[in-house]
Structure formats: structure tokens, C-alpha cells
């Protein structure tokens, strides 16, 4: 079975732009997260889908956002893009909303460079 | 706040040396807790995980004991390869925290031969 795919890989954009960022779960998976990953740094958690519904939002600003669509892919936007949002953005899915119980699997990320 | 500290890298071993990578978690609840590694170029996967104090996680040769009294979490492992060369990430969620994962910094291991 294919694992969380996300598109693009690398991408790269100029201040105040926009970036739309993609995520498909795994099969079955109901569950979306994404976090941020800024060099150096562990991944920060920026928003967790499931079902189509927002089950959490991370300390972000509102310049991000994303939606769950019906067959379970994600959307994650960033709006008026700063420098310091270059960074690679992870998607994770899982079966249910309940980590304990279930294990999140992780796709490659995205590379989102802002120059 | 909820927090996970670990210990600075990067990690130089030798092959087949002993490995311990420290971990030490605040949390406002009760946490599970949680290794993962990355490879160059990979997504997170999950290494071990334990949901409750006392409770030894173990995978691969790799394990780590919930300590509630000392709040810690450390990864070890006997004997390391170079295939395990990768960073690795201490993570926590809180009961009821839905899938908010909560990492540490991560500590790079270079295993050389």
C-alpha cells in the first residue's frame, strides 16, 4: 500500500505570496496533521483534521490555514508568505483522532523555501 | 506548558557501541510517550512508543523505559550500526490530546566504522 504522499517536494516562493501545500493519507486514514519542521528544529504542530473537521489547531497565525476534503486529503494554505516560514512542512496520518491507539504515519514533507 | 528536552548532537559512536540519547518531558497531564527517527531525506517513522509509567518500549534492538518519578524517557540501544545513523526525535502527547505531538529538538547519531 502507498504510504502519506504530499506534492510538491520542493518548492520555492517570494515574500507575500501564496503556497498551497497537498497531503494524501493512507489509505483508510481519516486523520490529517500537519506540522512545520524548521531546520535544526523538531516538528511543531500546526493543525489536525479529522473527518473534514478542525480537531486542533497549533500556535500559528492566522495566515495558515487547511481543510480535509471527502476522501480524506488535506489542503494546508499559507498566506502572505514570510522568510520565516521557509521550512518542511509534514503531513502525518492516522486512523482516528486518538494517538495513543493509533500510530501516526509521517509522509516525506514538502521543502518550502521563501526568498 | 507541555516540553520535551533532549540531549544535544550530534551523537559520534563507533559501530557496535552502546547508545543513549536522554530525555526528559513537562507535561500538564499524563502523557504517552513516544522515539522517532528520521532518515536523510524521510519522513518521521515511528520507533517505540509507551503509553504508561514503567511501561519499556522496544524496537529494532532499540529500547526506553517510561520513568514517571524521574519524568525521562532516554533511548538506548547495545550495539549501534551505521544503518542506524539518523536523527532522533523524543515526543510526547497528553491523554485526550487528540494527535498533537509535541517534540523535542532532536539529536542527530553518526555511527562510523
Known amino acids: 500500500d502507498a504510504g502519506v504522499t504530499q506534492s510538491p517536494t520542493h518548492l520555492i516562493k517570494t515574500r507575500g505570496q501564496h503556497v498551497t501545500l497537498r497531503c494524501s493519507p493512507i489509505?483508510?486514514?481519516?486523520?490529517v496533521s500537519w506540522y512545520q519542521q524548521v531546520l535544526g528544529q523538531g516538528p511543531q504542530f500546526i493543525f489536525q483534521?479529522?473527518?473534514?473537521?478542525?480537531?486542533g489547531r497549533g500556535n500559528f497565525p492566522d495566515r495558515f490555514s487547511a481543510r480535509q476534503f471527502p476522501n480524506y486529503s488535506s489542503e494546508l494554505n499559507v498566506n502572505a508568505l514570510l522568510l520565516g516560514d521557509s521550512a518542511l512542512y509534514l503531513c502525518?496520518?492516522?486512523?482516528?483522532?486518538?494517538?495513543?491507539?493509533?500510530?501516526?504515519?509521517f509522509g516525506p514533507g514538502t521543502r518550502l523555501t521563501v526568498t | 506548558g507541555n516540553s520535551v528536552t533532549q540531549m544535544e548532537g550530534p551523537v559520534t559512536l563507533s559501530e557496535e557501541a552502546f547508545l543513549t540519547i536522554n530525555c526528559t518531558y513537562t507535561?500538564?497531564?499524563?502523557?504517552?510517550l513516544f522515539w522517532y527517527v528520521q532518515y536523510p531525506g524521510e519522513g518521521l517513522q515511528l520507533l517505540l512508543k509507551?503509553?504508561?509509567?514503567?511501561d519499556k518500549g522496544s524496537n529494532k534492538g532499540f529500547e526506553a523505559t517510561y520513568r514517571k518519578e524521574t519524568t525521562s524517557f532516554h533511548l538506548e540501544k547495545g550495539s549501534v550500526q551505521v544503518s542506524d545513523s539518523a536523527v532522533y526525535f523524543c515526543?510526547?502527547?497528553?491523554?485526550?490530546?487528540?494527535?498533537?505531538?509535541?517534540f523535542g529538538t532532536g539529536t542527530q547519531l553518526k555511527v562510523e566504522l
Open positions: 502525518a496520518s492516522s486512523l482516528s483522532a486518538v494517538q495513543s491507539l493509533y500510530e501516526q504515519y
Open positions: 489509505s483508510g486514514h481519516k486523520s
Open positions: 483534521y479529522y473527518e473534514k473537521e478542525e480537531r
Open positions: 507535561a500538564t497531564g499524563y502523557p504517552s
Open positions: 509507551a503509553t504508561k509509567a514503567d
Open positions: 515526543a510526547l502527547i497528553l491523554t485526550g490530546g487528540g494527535n498533537k505531538l509535541t
